[in-house]
Every structure is written in structure tokens, then in C-alpha cells.
């Protein structure tokens, strides 16, 4: 029963103590999200592992590229778990390393050196390793903007993976014009830009996460009809046009946070996973919350991570076998640590 399940893990949990350290990044859901020892958004689940150096085992609940972050971050004697392999980022899986090689290579025929490359944190260690060793960083929806300030110091231009919803929206608000940010298309090998190219500052990947893309200008127009004086915050995920007509966007952290301070009796659209909406609906019953999408968006990834996974995983642990553990080889983990480490030293 769920019962027994709890309370196995409860019990592995305080017969491991120290040793045992379990990350939950907020979309996940609470049957999993109560047994975390720390929670947050990427970046803080970053800073984190990179910070513990006490555990011997982290079991990650979150998606892969998170726990490959977390195996990179941490020092070599910690063993890293994620509690089911299939727990991956549709987003993360819309560009791989021969794709982005390639990329580069014609966009260096363009644009010669004067590129920097930038990659969402949700992406495979390959590509983390490909920017850290020409220079780039990775970055979170948190500090997204802030690096891409960086990067330009650095270069003339940017290639921004694998998400041009946030690449876009990050370099819109910092005034960059969106006639100046072209496309690469890993499909069709091209560059779509319209205009001469010298002219380009940024190139986003054309990639995307199928979750956020579910929220519209649609889901935004019927709100701002229905109730007018509702807020919408969304995640930067989501598409340029939504960001524009909401109210605010940020990361996972951010959206909790403005939801914590707003006033009661205040009401508030969502535009993120599931998991965490409901969260926040059932944490403040004095504010009136909805989903900007009224179906509400599960990731179904984040979701396969669930009660009988978390306790297999502790399971293993403690029969000394541990599964499903996550080995960044040596040098995959040498050049990303360097994308990674620039990412948490720029402030
Ligand atoms: P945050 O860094 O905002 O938590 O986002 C992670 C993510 O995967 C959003 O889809
Ligand atoms: Fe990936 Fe989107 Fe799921 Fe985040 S919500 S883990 S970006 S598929």
C-alpha cells in the first residue's frame, strides 16, 4: 500500500541519514516531492549539488539532464541515482551533439569566430561539454539573462540551445530587436533569418518543450475576458507571444515566490507543469488559482518518477546494488564542468 511504501522510505531515509541526500525539483509530485531534502528550481538544485559534498548517494528526482548536472557537479566518490532511466526532457532531446557539431561548423562558415555558444541547462552533458570548450556557458531560466549579458562581452554574437523560447524572450528583454535573431533548424540543416546576415546578434536552436508550448494566446485572451483583473505569470518557456501578454514570467522559484507575496483574495493564472499549479492552488487557499490552461499540462517525464521508483531506488541502496546510477565519463564531465562553473560564477 502507499502506507508501506512511505513508511519504507521514511525508514531507509533515517537509517542512511547523512549519507543519503534526495533533490526534487518543484515539478514533481508530492507522493515524491514530501521525501526531498532539498527542492528548488535547476539552478538551485545546481548550487546544491555542487555544494553537498557529505552524501554518499544523491538520488535525484527530477530528469535526466538534471541528475547528469548533479553526477558532473558533484565529487567523484557521491553516486548518483536517477529512480527511473526513462525520466527524460523532450526539450533536451531536440538537439544532440553530432546536430549541434554540425551546426557549428556551417554557422562558423557565416559568422567565423565570432560566436559564443550558451546552452539551457536542459541539454545533454555532450552539448554542456561542446560550450564549456569553446567558452560558452550553460544557463537556467533564473539567470538566463544575466549570462546571455556576459556572453556578449565575450563575442559579437550568440548561438542559444535548445530552446529558442527562452533565448528569444531572455535576449527580447534585454532589448535585443527580434529582427536580429535568427533560427538554426537541426531538421533541415539551415539558418532561417530573414534579412542580411551580418545583422544577426542571436541564433536560437529550434527547439522547444512540448509542455509550455501548450499554453496560448488563446488560453490568454478567453482569461483576460472571463476575469479581467486575474494575473498571468508564465514560465519563459512558453512561446514569445504569450510572454508578451502576460503579466509576469520567470522560473519555477520566481512564479512560487510572486505567489507567496502576492495579497490574499488576489487572483492568479499559471502557465507551468501540472504538478507544481496544484501545489501552489492547494498552499493558498486564500487566493483564487487556475491553470492558464484549464487542461492542466503534466510533464509526463517528470512523472514517471513516482512513490515505487523512489523506493526502488532507496531499495537498491540499501541492498547494495545501487540502480539506474548516472556516470558522466571523465571527459564529457571535464568541458561541461567548465560551461557549468562559468554559469555559477557569473552573477
Ligand atoms: P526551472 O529551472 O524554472 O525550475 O525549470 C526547469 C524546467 O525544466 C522547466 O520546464
Ligand atoms: Fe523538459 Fe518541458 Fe518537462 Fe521541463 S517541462 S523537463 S523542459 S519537457
Same mark, same amino acid.
Given at each position: 500500500s502507499i502506507e508501506e511504501m512511505e513508511q519504507r522510505v521514511q525508514t531507509i531515509k533515517n537509517q542512511l541519514g547523512n549519507r543519503l541526500f534526495i533533490l526534487g525539483h518543484h515539478y514533481q509530485k508530492d507522493e515524491v516531492y514530501q521525501f526531498a531534502d532539498a527542492v528548488g528550481d535547476s539552478l538551485q538544485l545546481a548550487q546544491i549539488a555542487s555544494q553537498n559534498r557529505e552524501a554518499e548517494f544523491i538520488v535525484f528526482c527530477g530528469v535526466h539532464f538534471m541528475a547528469e548536472t548533479a553526477d558532473i557537479l558533484a565529487s567523484p566518490s557521491q553516486t548518483v541515482l536517477l529512480p &527511473?532511466?526513462?525520466? #527524460?526532457?523532450s526539450m533536451a532531446d531536440m538537439a544532440n551533439i553530432e546536430q549541434t557539431e554540425q551546426a557549428w561548423q556551417q554557422l562558423t562558415d557565416l559568422f567565423g569566430d565570432t560566436m559564443l555558444p550558451l546552452t539551457y541547462v536542459n541539454s545533454t552533458a555532450a552539448i554542456k561539454s561542446f560550450v564549456g570548450e569553446h567558452g560558452g556557458a550553460t544557463v537556467t531560466s533564473s539567470n538566463a539573462a544575466s549570462i546571455v549579458k556576459w556572453a556578449f562581452t565575450q563575442k559579437e554574437r550568440i548561438v542559444f540551445l535548445p530552446d529558442q523560447h527562452l533565448g528569444r524572450n531572455t535576449a527580447f528583454d534585454l532589448g535585443?530587436?527580434?529582427?536580429t535573431m535568427a533560427v538554426w533548424d537541426p531538421i533541415s540543416d539551415e539558418l532561417i533569418f530573414? #534579412?542580411?546576415?551580418? &545583422?544577426?546578434k542571436v541564433i536560437l536552436w529550434k527547439g522547444h518543450c512540448s509542455v509550455h508550448e501548450n499554453f496560448t494566446v488563446h488560453n490568454i485572451k478567453a482569461i483576460r475576458e472571463q476575469t479581467p483583473d486575474m494575473n498571468i505569470i508564465v514560465h519563459p518557456e512558453c512561446t514569445r507571444e504569450v510572454v508578451a501578454l502576460s503579466d509576469y514570467a520567470g522560473s519555477t522559484k520566481y512564479i512560487i515566490e510572486t505567489i507567496e507575496q502576492a495579497p490574499a483574495g488576489s487572483k492568479w493564472a499559471i502557465g507551468t507543469e501540472m504538478n507544481l499549479v496544484k501545489r501552489i492552488i492547494n498552499q493558498h487557499p486564500d487566493k483564487e488559482i487556475v491553470s492558464l490552461n484549464p487542461f492542466m499540462c503534466p510533464c509526463l517525464t517528470m512523472n514517471r518518477i513516482d512513490l515505487p521508483h523512489l523506493l526502488w531506488a532507496l531499495d537498491s541502496i540499501i541492498e547494495g546494488n545501487p540502480i539506474n546510477t548516472i556516470d558522466v565519463s571523465p571527459e564529457v564531465s571535464n568541458g561541461a564542468l567548465k560551461a557549468l562553473n562559468k554559469m555559477l560564477e557569473v552573477k
Open positions: &527511473d532511466m526513462r525520466a #527524460g526532457c535585443i530587436p527580434l529582427n530573414d #534579412g542580411q546576415l551580418e &545583422d544577426v
